[in-house]
């Protein structure tokens, strides 16, 4: 699925659409580049599944986690981690997060679980270009979930 954000607004819709179709348990991988939109579309996908207060982006923290209805949402930043194996200092294999959103995960080959929606994020003039990419039956799914209510 490829579609063009030309506003920040659109970001947000995408992120509540991503919300409101979500399976049980997932995980997303974001890619882009610095600036692309990947916190700002994390950020609304928390929001619509009701996480109220600060969302902050957890480029420093690494890992940001919030209590969402049925379980636990993961947000990793890894862009200032070295090699993979700093993963196990995070302690990532201590619980089970419901919903894994992950900046940069090519920083973490290996450590991290497979990828059942993958959105690449690029700069398009003034807004932003995704293609989402289903890496599992279970991203396949949600895709399909997504596509009814996204044109």
């Keep these: 699925m490829r ?3 030309a506003q ?3 970001t947000a819709r995408l992120g509540s659409a991503l919300a409101s179709t979500r399976p049980p348990q997932a995980a997303v991988h974001l890619h ?3 600036g692309a939109g990947k916190s700002t579309l994390a950020r609304a996908l928390l929001r619509g ?7 902050r982006s957890p480029t420093y923290t690494l890992i940001e986690r919030y209590p969402i209805d049925g379980g636990e949402a993961w947000h990793l930043d890894l862009y200032r981690l070295g090699d993979a194996g700093e ?10 997060a419901t919903l894994w959103l992950i900046e940069w995960p090519e ?3 290996g450590g991290l679980p497979r990828a059942d929606l993958e959105i690449f ?3 398009s003039g003034q807004g932003r270009d995704a293609r989402l990419v289903a890496g599992t039956e279970t991203g396949q799914a949600w895709l399909a979930r997504l596509a009814e ?3």
């Design 3 to 5: 579609l063009h954000l």
């Design 32 to 34: 882009g580049d610095l």
């Design 49 to 55: 599944l009701g996480v109220t207060g600060s969302v």
């Design 87 to 96: 993963l196990d200092f995070l302690g990532l294999d201590e619980a089970v």
């Design 8 to 10: 920040v607004e659109d």
């Design 107 to 109: 920083k973490g080959r």
């Design 121 to 123: 994020l690029e700069i």
């Design 149 to 151: 209510i996204v044109s």
